[in-house]
């Protein structure tokens, strides 16, 4: 792959309303050049509308988001839907979008663990294998920021673990910027480098993880966030629902 420098983000006051409703408060947060940060956060405080902004899918009623460099950014959305098209194979679906990709996309299947399944349908995959090709190919755009919206709160807990693990290989040999969201504690502790708790309130509780990956989920500090975070989440929810 090309190798291209790093951009961060930064969020000036950005939130969302949709009529009189609102639905993401107005934040403020700066994302450096190739850091992983997670949201978590009772739904309904705007978690994915956040991720569908930064994607250009949606524009914010407040704010605005400026990358840094002097650069078009690419992004890339992941979702908990691998959003395969059923009658395309595995290769042509990795290449939905792009031209004269075809060596790398096969190649990005062999790093995912599918090769030789090129010519499989979506349908002859388990989830965990429709989500790897979902992640093949939001790689082969090269994506300055890869956007994962609950990429794998679909999968069995075992598939769930290889995904996470195969995640972290790949970004480590393709280092970029990553924002997740998911409702997997333990995942948002696993994988990134900062947590932030998204409440009704915006964001209420911020984590910088300095361990090392890959992380062991044994870990007594990452059980202590663990507990804390998931206190953080209760709270929020039961003030949304009051």
Do not use: C
């Not at 739904?43 to 524009?59: D, F, H, M, N």
């Not at 599918?114 to 349908?123: F, H, I, M, T, V």
Request: aromatic share 4%; no cysteine; charged share 30%.
């Amino acid at each position: 792959m090309m190798s291209r420098d790093l951009v961060g983000l930064d969020l000036l006051d950005v939130g969302h309303h949709y009529q009189d409703k609102r639905i993401l408060g107005n934040i403020d947060l700066s994302i450096a050049p190739g850091e992983f940060v997670t949201f978590l956060g009772p739904s309904g405080v705007g978690k994915s509308t956040l991720l569908r902004i930064l994607a250009g899918l949606e524009q914010p009623t407040a704010g605005r988001v400026e990358p840094t460099g002097d650069r078009p950014v690419v992004s890339r959305m992941m979702f908990q839907e691998d959003r395969l098209l059923p009658w395309r194979n595995v290769l042509d679906n990795v290449q939905l979008g792009t031209r004269g990709r075809r060596d790398e996309a096969a190649a990005l299947l062999g790093e995912v663990g599918l090769a030789g399944r090129e010519n499989a349908w979506p349908s002859e995959l388990s989830g965990g294998q429709r989500q790897r090709v979902a992640l093949a190919r939001a790689l082969l755009h090269r994506p300055d920021v890869l956007l994962l919206d609950e990429p794998f709160g679909a999968l069995d807990a075992i598939t769930r673990v290889t995904m996470q693990q195969l995640l972290e290989r790949m970004l480590a040999e393709r280092p970029r910027t990553v924002l997740l969201v998911t409702h997997d504690v333990e995942e948002a502790l696993i994988l990134s480098d900062r947590v932030l708790l998204l409440t009704e309130s915006g964001i209420t509780r911020e984590l910088r993880i300095d361990q090392a990956r890959p992380r062991h989920r044994g870990d007594a500090r990452l059980a202590a966030w663990k507990e804390e975070f998931l206190d953080g989440l209760l709270e929020a929810d039961r003030a949304l629902h009051s």
